[in-house]
């Protein structure tokens, strides 16, 4: 099918609090939003790089260049593109797994949408709902931590992660567990603020029998991360190591991690992310779907994403109102600890237009 064109969306969207992490604080989340428009209909994906590399090398304005200059003009040059083929399309171009991955969602939604064929079924989804966990950032102080917590708690949800860094480890740890006790669902996610020579301070977390410890080491450290595994007991998981199926089988294989945090954009895109979910399953490797901050759309994506078998641990697939007063779709909205998977066609959500332009701050049409 012929690409028509290709819509780019900048919103901003204030978040509910300031969420820190160990390589900064925000208090909006902008991105990047891609409308495909084909003959047979329209699909939306969504960017999830943020507004500087600080997480990844990809960011919003990186993005947006590099879809408006290479990505979008190699589709719409294409006699044919469905969303199998995005990926072979833009192979020449390297990196950019963020804005390819937005592209690929946009016309996977495009082409399920006109076949009436929600994600979770073109995915493999098994069930349809889902066990949420959920993000909590690095706070001020430790009653202000445990009064976030217990109120997540009290909320449904299932599994708790802790952002930390060095200085807010082992402390707010203790205190989580001294307060909530042993049974709660419990991880934490260092993005990669830790060296090898931290081992003896992350091996004080194997007490306190958490789930995982999620990327301690930076992105590239690999052996890295298969050494730290040989010093403390807490499960390894990795985030921003595993870009592609590939690297999921390069880590497991190099026992460089336990347990997988899946990311659709982070690999490319959803139909990648299922690959990685298989590579993970063939070799016994857990895996749950991570967060990026996501609109409603990519929320619905993640949530369909998240009831494939190989999802055995809750996700970071927390509901709209975590992040958002307003979403920019219909909310996501926690019943006992879970989220319903969307069975519309796509998405099964779409963009509420007068919320949309609300948040919008620029728009550009790519096509003819
Ligand atoms: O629930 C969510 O959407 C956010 C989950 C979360 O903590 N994401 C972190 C991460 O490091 O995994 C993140 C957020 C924003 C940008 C990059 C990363």
């Known amino acids: 099918m012929k ?35 084909t003959p047979a209909g329209e699909g939306w994906g969504e960017c999830v790089a943020m507004e500087a590399p600080l ?5 919003n ?26 990926t072979p399309l833009l192979a020449k ?56 917590v217990g109120g997540y708690l009290d909320e449904g949800y299932v599994r708790i992660k802790l952002k930390i860094e060095p200085g807010w480890d082992v402390e707010p740890v203790r205190r989580v567990r001294e307060r909530f006790g042993d049974d709660v669902l419990l991880q934490v996610d260092a993005n990669t603020a830790y060296t090898l020579d931290d081992a003896p ?31 403390i007991r807490t499960p390894i998981c990795l985030d921003e190591s595993i870009v592609s199926a590939k690297a999921a089988a390069d880590a497991i294989k190099l026992g460089a991690c336990q347990i997988v945090n899946i990311k659709p954009g982070r690999v490319g895109g959803y139909l990648e992310a299922r690959r990685v979910h298989d590579v993970c399953a063939a070799h016994g490797v857990a895996v749950w779907c991570g967060g990026m901050i996501e ?32 979403d920019i779709t219909e909310p996501f909205v926690l019943n006992a600890g879970h989220l319903p998977v969307p069975a519309g066609p796509g ?10 332009d609300e948040v919008t701050t620029e728009k550009a049409w790519i096509g003819s």
């Open 55 to 59: 997480y990844s090398s990809e960011y």
């Open 93 to 148: 171009f390297k990196g950019q797994r963020m804005a390819k991955g937005a592209l690929e969602m946009a016309v996977l939604d495009a082409e399920l949408r006109a076949h009436d064929r929600s994600f979770a079924a073109e995915l493999g989804s098994t069930r349809d709902s889902v066990a949420c966990g959920v993000s909590v950032g690095i706070m001020d102080s430790i009653p202000h931590l445990l009064d976030v």
């Open 295 to 326: 609109t409603g759309l990519g929320r619905a994506a993640n949530v369909a994403l998240a009831s494939l078998p190989g999802f055995t641990l809750p996700g970071d697939t927390s509901a709209s109102g975590r992040f958002y007063r307003t």
């Open 3 to 37: 690409l028509s064109g290709v819509e780019l969306r900048r919103v901003r969207m204030p978040l509910v609090a300031p969420f820190r992490t160990s390589f900064g604080t925000q208090s909006e989340r902008e991105l990047l939003l891609v409308r495909a428009v």
């Open 201 to 231: 301070l992350l091996a004080r977390l194997d007490p306190f029998g958490l789930l995982l410890i999620e990327q301690p080491l930076e992105e590239e450290d690999v052996l890295g991360h298969a050494e730290l595994a040989k010093r």
């Open 61 to 86: 304005d990186a993005a947006e260049h590099v879809l408006r200059n290479h990505l979008i003009p190699a589709l719409l040059a294409a006699e044919d593109v469905t969303a199998h083929k995005v």
């Open 347 to 356: 998405l099964g959500v779409t963009p509420i237009p007068g919320l949309l």
